[in-house]
């Protein structure tokens, strides 16, 4: 598999729209790696996890074809990973696609309710919109994709995934929290190939919020090799990370060195 992380931001992005703090001065000073838009992947060409509303962005900047994606997986409905508006642009008028097909979405009840009833002016024709549920299992473009819970939008169900294309498998966990007791047994045992870590608060500490920092994401993957749910080797990332973290890119990989985890930046592609 082909995972190319379009955006590695928290909700504001890293510059943020209107933000004069020194990080964001630095990373508009400095540039590239630096720059971080909102959080979303691109599976093999074919396969979306959220729909910031910088995609379009994205589009421009990566030269993207998204007309072949058939398939989006959303963790949740707060804004950052969830920008329903651009999604309408896929019906005609707005976009003149070689095959007739629809995009099928996945995502919590919040998120197809957003689809379902529609937005003032918009319709959502070329999308097909379905609830899945925490433990619940997918079958579609040669992956299996299984959703787990996070801890972060009580009472709304985040959602993290595990995709596995019969060779490799990855865990996906955006905004997650620490981890659920049923997310943990559901990990255990499965010898993943890479996971991507939730690292909003970069060097800091969140434990009991709703994201995590460095500290809690060395923990979960110490307890992930400790239950098998990842193999030895595994890749490990971390991305997501907001402005209040205060570290740029290379401070960043200053701050994990030695620790074997991956600093994602926008426009980083993996191969496992
Ligand atoms: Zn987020
Ligand atoms: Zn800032
Ligand atoms: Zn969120």
Same mark, same amino acid.
């Given at each position: 598999?082909?995972?190319?992380?379009?955006?590695?931001?928290?909700?504001?992005?890293?510059?943020?729209?209107?933000?004069?703090?020194?990080?964001?001065?630095?990373?508009?000073?400095?540039?590239?790696?630096?720059?971080?838009?909102?959080?979303?992947?691109?599976?093999?060409?074919?396969?979306?996890?959220?729909?910031?509303?910088?995609?379009?962005?994205?589009?421009?900047?990566?030269?993207?074809?998204?007309?072949?994606?058939?398939?989006?997986?959303?963790?949740?409905?707060?804004?950052?990973?969830?920008?329903?508006?651009?999604?309408?642009?896929?019906?005609?008028?707005?976009?003149?696609?070689?095959?007739?097909?629809?995009?099928?979405?996945?995502?919590?009840?919040?998120?197809?309710?957003?689809?379902?009833?529609?937005?003032?002016?918009?319709?959502?024709?070329?999308?097909?919109?379905?609830?899945?549920?925490?433990?619940?299992? =997918?079958? *579609?473009?040669?992956?299996?994709?299984?959703? !787990? +819970?996070?801890?972060?939008? #009580?009472? &709304?169900? @985040?959602?993290?995934?595990?995709?596995?294309?019969?060779?490799?498998?990855?865990?996906?966990?955006?905004?997650?929290?620490?981890?659920?007791?049923?997310?943990?047994?559901?990990?255990?045992?499965?010898?993943?190939?890479?996971?991507?870590?939730?690292?909003?608060?970069?060097?800091?500490?969140?434990?009991?919020?709703?994201?995590?920092?460095?500290?809690?994401?060395?923990?979960?993957?110490?307890?992930?090799?400790?239950?098998?749910?990842?193999?030895?080797?595994?890749?490990? =990332?971390? *991305?997501?990370?907001?402005?209040?973290?205060? !570290? +740029?890119?290379?401070?960043? #990989?200053? &701050?994990? @060195?030695?620790?074997?985890?991956?600093?994602?930046?926008?426009?980083?592609?993996?191969?496992?």
């Amino acid at each position: 598999m082909k995972i190319r992380y379009l955006g590695t931001a928290a909700a504001e992005g890293w510059p943020a729209v209107f933000c004069q703090c020194e990080p964001c001065l630095r990373s508009k000073e400095q540039g590239g790696k630096n720059v971080r838009t909102r959080s979303s992947i691109l599976i093999d060409d074919h396969t979306l996890v959220d729909f910031p509303p910088d995609t379009y962005l994205h589009v421009l900047r990566d030269g993207l074809d998204l007309g072949k994606v058939r398939r989006l997986f959303v963790t949740h409905s707060h804004e950052d990973h969830f920008y329903p508006q651009d999604l309408a642009m896929r019906s005609e008028p707005y976009s003149h696609l070689k095959e007739d097909e629809k995009l099928t979405l996945w995502g919590n009840a919040v998120v197809v309710g957003m689809i379902q009833r529609g937005m003032v002016g918009l319709e959502f024709d070329m999308v097909a919109a379905r609830i899945i549920a925490p433990k619940e299992m =997918v079958q *579609t473009g040669g992956l299996t994709v299984t959703a !787990l +819970l996070a801890k972060h939008t #009580e009472p &709304e169900e @985040s959602l993290l995934y595990i995709f596995d294309d019969g060779q490799k498998a990855f865990f996906h966990a955006y905004d997650s929290g620490w981890y659920p007791a049923e997310t943990w047994e559901m990990l255990a045992g499965r010898a993943l190939d890479l996971v991507n870590f939730d690292c909003t608060h970069g060097p800091i500490s969140n434990r009991y919020g709703g994201h995590m920092g460095i500290p809690e994401v060395l923990a979960a993957r110490e307890k992930m090799l400790e239950l098998g749910a990842i193999k030895p080797d595994a890749k490990c =990332v971390i *991305t997501h990370f907001t402005h209040n973290c205060g !570290l +740029l890119h290379q401070e960043l #990989e200053k &701050e994990v @060195s030695g620790s074997g985890l991956i600093v994602a930046y926008d426009g980083m592609e993996l191969e496992i």
